[in-house]
Nanobody, 126 residues
Framework: QGQLVESGGGLVHSGDSLRLSCAASRRTFSNYAMGWFRQAPGKNRDFVAGINWSGGLTSYADSVKGRFTISRDNAKNTVYLQMNSLKSEDTAVYYC???????????????????WGQGTQVTVSS
């Protein structure tokens, strides 16, 4: 019974779009900052995007800024990652994570997120 479950990944062509969803099992996640990370084979797990509890503050990795949009619907306990203009280098397993510290800053560090989903594969063909 995972507390965070990602969905929406798949195989697309360069230039296409996908929307990932992260469903939280408990209402308390609406109080947490949430983040999306990704990991390609042989590489570290890198920060992609973050959003604070209310959705009023967001942060993006430089590599996705202008193409990806993170959002959340706390009434549905769900966080989204809209990915547009996908590139082959976006190919990775995408993970949803929750920062339970309830601080003010949006962390980009893996070890500051307590809860993680199992990941969803995004493959972008060239």
């Amino acid at each position: 019974q995972g507390q965070l479950v990602e969905s929406g990944g798949g195989l697309v062509h360069s230039g296409d779009s996908l929307r990932l969803s992260c469903a939280a099992s408990r209402r308390t996640f609406s109080n947490y900052a949430m983040g999306w990370f990704r990991q390609a084979p042989g590489k570290n797990r890198d920060f992609v995007a973050g959003i604070n509890w209310s959705g009023g503050l967001t942060s993006y990795a430089d590599s996705v800024k202008g193409r990806f949009t993170i959002s959340r619907d706390n009434a549905k306990n769900t966080v989204y990652l809209q990915m547009n203009s996908l590139k082959s280098e976006d190919t990775a397993v995408y993970y949803c994570a929750a920062d339970a510290r309830m601080g003010f800053a949006l962390s980009r560090r893996n070890d500051e997120y307590e809860f993680w989903g199992q990941g969803t594969q995004v493959t972008v063909s060239s």
